[in-house]
């Protein structure tokens, strides 16, 4: 066994820990030209049937090859031939690990063990291919032979140096598996999903089971003591709950800001809500462990903002959502319904719009300029997904410490200017500055990203880094006009309905009038009482794959 890295004893690493092959001095690629084709017969162990490995610009194709050119490292197959008997084709983002070994000197076969995530059409469920086999010399004499086998040594290089383009290999990776997670089968899909790819890429990992939070070894703590110094990422095997208590843990060290920055996360998704992956990776990766097993491998550092909530004496950070009425009781109202999976949300939802049960509140907002203006809103998302993710600023910021309080803690008042104005309603323009609502709702949902669950894009132009949130209030409603306003939730439709008013703020203040009733924080309940939010602007990292959170244009309709 061999280790890299002195902060893992032997017990960290995976049995089969070998570093992978990246140093560019190594004697194959030392001095040696590029061959003309970058390409190998390999005859494959599992099929016995020769194929062709070819590294072509949009990444490793695996052909299919006819037994008679058996022995031959072949140059002469052209790339509209490869394509058109192509079975496979894996972009090099997609490439987990190319290794070459021969036994000895004498050998007539160099070993070549190819690993890599598989995704039909790019879109379909990501599963680990891996492919070993020998490549044979045609050399008579062992020097022939030899020259051969480097060469082999050198397209597994190759191969390599294009996999890791600008990604350091073999991360070394914290996991924080959470035993109970979902329907309790996170720890079956690490053996069978997670383990295997992570494993394949040669990463070194370190995996933790989460404690429930009135244990010791709940994810807050083991945030709180996390050295960021040794770990790549940390990534959770779990839903959203154990994301949020990780940056709960982070965020309240003396140390809160230079720990978020350096502790990028990666979800894997465990969970019964697993927001932030769909976010990252778009809605059809929901459940896809591999895929995320990926990212966390090749993903790149997006800056997420994180929201302050306080209450009472209490601070919470938030990056996902806070739910108020009917959307809160939907979560914490059918936890009796956990057994269901992401099916308990629409149960509860359908319950709440048959009982038209509203909720009044008492809100404050600090709109934006034009924050209410939806057809603005959508422009500005769609002009950003149209450019290239803007660099991540490290700098900014005193210290180690997170950002004062705007608010300040505990039961601040609102700032001068809102108070004494309470409205029934908004009217339609409104200028930047603080505004106020009393009125009754059916819920109020403030949002950082535009999904808060797989089938429930709420806020479709929320950025997860502007350093401001959107609020979605939907007023009482007709029973028919609850039951049809998930219609197209999947895909924004509640944003676009006349029933939501739609306002995107630097902070809030939302008071509940009734005693009683659920607020929930990143789906995690806390006490029924006022709470002002305000947002920190790009406080937390993440990893994507493609180094931004997924995006759709909006059309407006
Ligand atoms: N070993 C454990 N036993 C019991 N509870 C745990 C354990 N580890 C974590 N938890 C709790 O699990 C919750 C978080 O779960 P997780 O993030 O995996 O999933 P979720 O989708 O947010 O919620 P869930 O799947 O529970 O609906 C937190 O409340 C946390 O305290």
């Known amino acids: 066994m061999v280790s890299c890295c002195p902060c893992f004893n032997s017990d960290d690493l995976h049995d089969d820990y070998i570093p992978l092959p990246m140093s560019p001095t190594s004697a194959a690629a030392n001095g040696r030209a590029l061959p003309d084709q970058y390409e190998l017969l390999l005859v494959s162990k599992q099929s016995q049937s020769p194929v062709n490995l070819l590294l072509l610009d949009e990444g490793l194709v695996v052909t299919r090859r006819k037994k008679n050119a058996l022995g031959q ?5 052209s790339i ?19 290794r070459s070994t021969r036994s000895s000197p004498e050998a007539t076969a160099t070993r070549v063990s190819i690993a890599a995530v598989y995704s039909k059409g790019g879109t379909g469920p990501a599963k680990l291919f891996q492919l070993e086999g020998d490549v044979h010399e045609v050399g008579h004499d062992r020097e022939e032979r030899e020259r051969g086998s480097c060469r082999v040594e050198w397209w597994c290089e190759e191969l390599m140096r294009r996999a890791y383009d600008g990604v350091k290999p073999n ?25 295997p790819v992570l494993r394949a890429a040669a990463c070194v990992v370190k995996v933790e089971h989460t404690g429930p939070s009135s244990s010791p070894s709940n994810a807050t703590n083991l945030a709180r003591t996390h050295d960021f110094t040794a770990y790549d990422a940390l990534v959770t095997v779990s839903g959203d709950g154990i994301v949020h208590e990780v940056l709960n843990g982070l965020a309240c060290r003396p140390d809160g800001l230079a720990a978020l920055r350096s502790t990028p996360i990666i979800p894997i998704p465990a969970g019964s809500g697993n927001a932030l992956q769909v976010n990252l990776e ?34 919470y950070y938030s990056f996902l959502s806070q739910a108020f009425g009917l959307m809160a009781d939907l979560d914490l109202g ?8 992401d099916t308990r949300f629409t149960v509860g939802y359908v319950q709440g719009a048959l009982t038209r049960r509203t909720y009044p509140v008492e ?29 991540i600023d490290d700098q900014s910021g005193a210290g180690d ?16 200017e809102a108070r004494g104005r309470v409205h029934q309603d908004l009217p339609e323009r409104l200028e930047e500055g603080w505004h106020t609502l009393k009125t009754d709702v059916q819920f109020v949902y403030g949002g950082k990203l535009p999904f808060v669950a ?25 029973r028919m006009d609850a039951l049809s306003g998930m219609d197209g939730a999947a895909t924004g439709q509640i944003f676009h309905n006349s029933n939501t008013r739609y306002y995107r703020c630097s902070s809030y203040r939302l008071t509940p009038l009734t005693p009683k009733g659920y607020v929930s924080i990143d789906g995690e309940s806390v006490p029924h009482e006022p709470f002002q939010v305000e947002v920190h602007k790009a406080l937390a990292r993440c990893l994507a794959l493609k180094g931004s959170f997924w995006g759709k244009q909006i059309s407006m309709h």
């Open 73 to 77: 490292v072949a140059a002469s197959l």
């Open 80 to 98: 509209s031939k490869a394509s058109s008997s192509c079975i496979k084709t894996f972009p090099y983002l997609q490439v987990l690990s190319a």
């Open 171 to 195: 991360r070394r990776l914290r996991v924080l598996l959470n035993p109970i997670g979902g329907k309790g089968k996170a720890k079956q899909l690490w053996e069978t999903d997670i383990s």
């Open 282 to 315: 778009g809605p059809q990766r929901a459940n896809d462990c591999v895929w995320a097993a990926l990212a966390a491998i090749k993903g790149t550092p997006v800056a997420l903002d994180l929201c302050s909530i306080t209450q009472k004496d209490k601070r």
């Open 334 to 341: 059918t936890e009796h319904l956990r057994w269901m999976g």
């Open 363 to 391: 809100l404050a907002v600090k709109i934006a300029p034009n924050g209410t203006d939806k057809a603005f809103l959508a422009k500005s998302y769609n002009d950003a997904l149209a450019r290239p993710p803007p660099p």
């Open 401 to 416: 410490a997170l950002p004062e309080l705007q608010f300040g803690t505990a039961e601040d008042e609102l700032p001068e």
């Open 454 to 478: 797989k089938d429930v894009k709420l806020f479709p132009p929320a950025s997860g880094n502007d350093g401001l949130i959107d609020l979605a209030i939907v007023g009482p409603i007709s």
